[in-house]
């Protein structure tokens, strides 16, 4: 390659600003985006809504040639497809919705060389007629999303996903970026194994969505409860999670009879009312959606303000997955679960149905770890964080235990204590068996293993054993200990650990008396709910206007409003009060072609109100 070609390639930085109207990347989005430049394979981990789609939008601008996304679901593709146009980037997609013209269009695009990026699903891409013009088409990168799909270890399984290897096979010479949302370690290691990429290096984002904001209520009068926060949030959309079908329905209706523009959604419904609600929704038509657990997956919206479990989930996983779907903007978004022992029971219910019992013993510890999740003492972030691996620095300061916090006392030497023994032990200990180590209590797993020669046998006896396993369950929110579900479920040593052991690192807990009282309050009847922060109060009102002229110009194109502007945008543009058109392209998410398009009608509305406002 010539040496003034690479000089002339356009800066990923410049790109971000010109097509899509960002100053910055965000973590990682650079280190990936460079690493594919350079021609090498990569995987990427990201929580949903930490934008994967840059990681290669950004070079398929970059490069010559075109970029195939493979991905598994037809409505996400028409999405993102749109939202790049809308950018005045040249996408389309091949999938079984189009029409044959709407097809032969597309393949026309191909031929002539102006498209950028071409969206398939992999059975498109794998079947043989396309299959076979690949070779014709000039390729520079291959991204393939939700990646997770190609292990069996995971929950969304595809089995065409496993032929995608003969990709790779056949451009070895093209890099490859795989993409997911899905943490599990399992999983991590098949993606690259399993596509056949060549040395691929693995980017993990961090799973923080600090916008988020979380928060557990006591499950009495959650209708009351609803109500309230629905009013709140009235005009905005909000998904609320139901236990069952019929729930959905009924909460959807209540909302109604309330003045909220809600709809329900669950799989028990006609292909064609999901698919017209979920439309509904994406465009704004529809504000709230009570839905069971389908509803979601590929839904790619931005401006989703709360997000409420009016039952709680089985595994941290879901939680995080379904609370993810809120404020992929950027801006604030509240969370919120409705917590009480039923939900435990009623899960429990459901995993005693599941015949394999190595599945079902793990569904029954991750399902303890959601309720010590929803009783946790300690920030709740932390809490999540620590379930996927990641050591949270600080506490939050956004979450409802983080805003009335417990009091705490020094536990660096029950951890100590604690942390040794599962060392002494070489991490061959569950939390029943350390208990009675910590006790000095001589039952037969301790002596079947020669635990009580160890030297920290009976050095925590002082402490009762109910206060010792609050303490170990907090060691495992703190992120001290990981327990391991493929191995017999023993306590693993963390990194934190180490630093507990080795480098004085201090660790606090909160007492069992102090949680007693706690849980004691989640099973009483509620207190008001406090409201989200907003934006400032003053630019309320212009924020308003803005959004109203926006819904106006998107309902002109036909389209969602987002593809117009994203909440974060129209926030940015109130707090800004641009007056010039080079102004406007200051704000958050206003690239070249949106200020061309779109500068007159805000700025003349800027203008009016800020008139109105000086006439008052
Ligand atoms: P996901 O990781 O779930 O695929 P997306 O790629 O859809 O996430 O990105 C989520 C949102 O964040 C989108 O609205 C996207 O435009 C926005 N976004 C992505 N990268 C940036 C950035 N560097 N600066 C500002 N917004 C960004
Ligand atoms: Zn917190």
């Not at 004085?504 to 807990?509: A, I």
Request: net charge neutral; aromatic share 8%.
């Amino acid at each position: 390659m010539p040496a003034e070609f690479l000089v002339d390639r356009p800066q990923p930085a410049d790109l971000l600003q010109k097509h899509f109207g960002y100053r910055d990347f965000r973590p990682l989005q650079q280190e990936v985006i460079d690493h594919v430049l350079a021609g090498r394979d990569a995987v990427v981990l990201m929580p949903t809504g930490g934008g994967k789609s840059l990681c290669y939008q950004v070079p398929a601008l970059a490069l010559d040639g075109l970029t195939l996304v493979i991905s598994p679901l037809i409505a996400l593709m028409k999405d993102q497809v749109q939202a790049l146009q809308a950018n005045g980037i040249a996408a389309a997609y091949l999938n079984s919705s189009l029409s044959p013209e709407e097809e032969r269009a597309v393949k026309r695009q191909l031929a002539d060389g102006s498209l950028k990026l071409l969206y398939v699903s992999p059975e498109t891409v794998l079947g043989p007629s396309f299959f076979h013009t690949l070779p014709h088409l000039p390729l520079s990168l291959i991204a393939i999303d939700e990646a997770h799909c190609v292990s069996s270890w995971g929950h969304h399984f595809r089995p065409e996903y496993g032929q995608l290897h003969l990709l790779k096979e056949q451009f070895p010479e093209v890099p490859v970026i795989a993409l997911t949302a899905t943490a599990d370690k399992a999983v991590r290691h098949d993606i690259g194994r399993l596509l056949g990429l060549r040395e691929p290096r693995m980017f993990i984002a961090s799973f923080d969505r600090p916008n988020l904001s979380l928060a557990v209520l006591p499950g009495q009068k959650r209708w009351e409860q609803l109500r309230r926060i629905a009013l709140r949030h009235m005009g905005a959309c909000g998904i609320i999670y139901c236990g069952s079908r019929k729930s959905t329905e009924e909460l959807a209706g209540k909302l109604r009879d309330v003045g909220v523009n809600a709809a329900h959604y669950h799989a028990g419904m006609e292909a064609a009312d999901r698919s017209r609600t979920q439309d509904d929704f994406i465009q704004g038509k529809v504000h709230v959606v009570c839905a069971t657990i389908a509803f979601g997956m590929g839904i790619d919206k931005g401006d989703v303000r709360y997000v409420v479990h009016y039952n709680m989930p089985g595994t941290l996983e879901g939680y995080y997955q379904e609370i993810g779907r809120a404020g992929r903007d950027g801006a604030p978004a509240e969370t919120i679960l409705f917590y009480s022992f039923r939900d435990v029971q009623t899960q429990l219910g459901f995993i005693e149905e599941i015949d394999n019992v190595v599945y079902r013993d793990v569904q029954r510890a991750k399902l303890q770890r959601m309720q010590e999740y929803a009783e946790s003492p300690i920030c709740r972030r932390r809490v999540l964080l620590s379930y996927f691996g990641e050591d949270l620095a600080e506490d939050c300061g956004n979450c409802d235990v983080c805003k009335d916090p417990p009091s705490w006392s020094d536990g660096t030497v029950a951890a100590q204590m604690a942390l040794s023994a599962v060392y002494r032990a070489k991490q061959r200990i569950g939390v029943s068996t350390l208990i009675d180590v910590l006790k000095g209590t001589r039952s037969a797993p301790v002596t079947e293993a020669g635990l009580d020669a160890l030297k920290t046998f009976g050095a925590g006896r002082a402490t009762s054993a109910f206060a010792w396993q609050l303490f170990l369950q907090q060691f495992v929110q703190q992120g001290l200990l990981e327990i391991d579900y493929t191995d017999h479920y023993h306590l693993k040593l963390t990194k934190a650990a180490q630093e507990v052991l080795f480098e004085g690192r201090t660790v606090r807990l909160v007492s069992p008396e102090t949680i007693k009282e706690r849980q004691a309050q989640l099973k009483q009847a509620p207190a008001a709910p406090k409201p989200a922060a907003e934006v400032g109060a003053a630019r309320q009102g212009l924020f308003d206007v803005l959004r109203e002229l926006r819904r106006t110009l998107a309902a002109e194109i036909n389209k969602p409003a987002y593809v117009v502007f994203s909440d974060a945008t129209l926030t940015d543009m109130a707090a800004r009060m641009p007056l010039s058109e080079g102004e406007f392209l200051d704000v958050h998410g206003v690239g070249e072609h949106k200020a061309k398009r779109y500068a007159k009608p805000f700025l003349a509305a800027i203008q009016r109100w800020v008139a109105e406002q000086g006439a008052r």
